[in-house]
């Protein structure tokens, strides 16, 4: 189960511990600040399930990723996904603290991968780590040849796949219908699961 805690002491606590640092007077008066006026951040902290979802937000891939975040999100009141640069946008200025901070506290992280575009190696080093695989469901986008796939995923992709297969926690998509039912069907509804 995450704990969600989104008191800005221990955001500011666990910041520093990624850091290894100190945080400067502005850094810790943005987190104060969001704590107090930051909807989303709120939501996240008050919600009974949560869903971080990652991969690529660049168009029209994030597209895709809002639909599936939509998707989480309908699935009760208390449900909250959200796209990691949707949340806390003024507040953490280092992307690695922020993803931890929020990979942490989410109860499942669901990634959506189509290519290898966007940036996201940082995402996938971090999901091989222990704290993060059970946790963690992957959604691969088949693609029609071996060439053409080897195209749009490299090699620090392929391993994470394989990583994820042998751990059951892979499924491949080709629509983003069948990209959906997937979700529905092996993301969890309840941290119970």
């Keep these: 189960m995450a704990d969600r805690d989104i008191d800005p002491e221990r955001l500011i606590e666990d910041s520093r ?5 100190e945080l400067s007077p502005q850094a810790i008066e943005r987190f104060m ?3 107090l006026t930051d ?3 709120r939501d996240f902290g008050y919600s009974d399930v949560a869903y971080l979802v990652i991969e690529n937000f660049d168009e029209p ?9 939509d998707g989480l999100s309908d699935r009760g009141v208390s449900h909250f996904a959200f ?9 953490w200025e280092n992307f690695v603290v922020k993803f931890k901070i929020f990979a942490d506290r989410a109860d499942f992280v ?13 995402e996938i080093a971090e999901l091989d780590r222990e704290r993060y695989q059970r ?7 088949e693609y029609l040849t071996v060439e053409a796939e080897c195209d749009d995923y490299d090699a620090m992709l392929a391993h994470l796949f394989e990583i994820m297969e042998n751990r059951g926690q892979l ?8 990209l959906l039912e997937l979700v529905d069907e092996h993301v969890p509804s309840s941290r119970d699961t």
Excluded: C, P
């Design 17 to 21: 511990a990624h850091l290894g640092d």
């Design 33 to 35: 600040d969001a704590a």
């Design 39 to 41: 909807e989303l951040l």
């Design 61 to 69: 891939q994030k597209s895709r990723l809002r639909v599936v975040r």
């Design 83 to 91: 796209l990691l640069d949707e949340i806390g946008n003024e507040v």
């Design 110 to 122: 669901v990634g959506v991968f189509e290519d290898n575009e966007g940036g996201h190696e940082l």
């Design 135 to 141: 946790k963690t469901t992957v959604f691969k986008q």
């Design 171 to 178: 499924y491949r998509w080709e629509t983003e219908e069948d």
